[in-house]
């Protein structure tokens, strides 16, 4: 399996830091683990999240995430998601955040970021990334599908990237770049937001 933007990895999660905590579990429904140095332990709604957990959905959980910087994360069900750091940048309203998707479904709400706020969620074909926008990603036998629900969102694979636009999605596959994007259609855009909504309570 080949992984994209190894740089990305490196600069926001550095080897040999201690685990910080990014945020927590504001609701779940189903089963959710948590993997944690590797031990897996049940996922309760409060917990906190932790830089490098591997947040793991049954085929009936889904779970929802508040991380620093104003980003909420809906993991959907059958879905198992890495947690990377949240940077802070000195002397601005800045972080940093990245997440690395190994399959499944995730929804992304980036809400009054700082100035400079990033987000990157990686899979094992394309990195999308963004400052401002709600977007979903999902990954699932090598095909990556991207959707922009709100804001713009830059999605890179095999070298070339596009950019998406509110309403926008693209999908990728194997070692092709993003295709084109285009507005999805109404049932679709419908059963990948019914897929990935848990409201808070």
């Known amino acids: 399996m080949r992984w994209l933007a190894v740089t990305v990895v490196l600069l926001l999660w550095p080897g040999g830091a201690l685990a910080a905590e990014v945020g927590s579990l504001v609701a779940s429904r189903g089963e959710v683990t948590l993997v944690r140095a590797g031990e897996r332990r049940p996922a309760d709604?409060?917990?906190a999240v932790m830089?490098?957990?591997r947040v793991?959905?049954?085929a009936a959980g889904m779970?929802?995430?508040?991380l620093r910087g104003g980003l909420t994360v809906t993991v959907a069900r059958d879905t198992e998601l890495v947690i990377g750091d949240v940077v802070p940048n000195p002397g601005r309203a800045m972080t940093a955040?990245?997440?690395r998707m190994i399959e499944g479904l995730v929804?992304?709400?980036?809400?009054?970021?700082?100035?400079?706020s990033d987000v990157r969620?990686?899979?094992?074909l394309a990195v999308t990334s963004v400052r401002s926008t709600e977007w979903t990603v999902e990954h699932l036998d090598e095909h990556t599908a991207v959707f922009c629900r709100n804001g713009e969102?830059?999605?890179?694979?095999?070298?070339?990237?596009?950019?998406l636009e509110a309403d926008d999605g693209t999908d990728v596959r194997g070692d092709a770049p993003p295709t084109r994007p285009v507005v999805w259609g109404e049932p679709r855009v419908a059963d990948t937001l019914a897929r990935s909504t848990l409201a808070a309570p």
């Open 121 to 124: 969620i990686e899979t094992p």
């Open 51 to 53: 830089a490098g957990d």
């Open 107 to 116: 929804r992304a709400v980036l809400s009054a970021p700082g100035d400079g």
């Open 97 to 99: 955040t990245w997440l």
């Open 45 to 47: 709604v409060g917990a």
């Open 63 to 66: 779970a929802l995430l508040q």
């Open 56 to 58: 793991i959905t049954s």
């Open 153 to 163: 969102v830059r999605v890179a694979a095999a070298g070339e990237a596009v950019t």
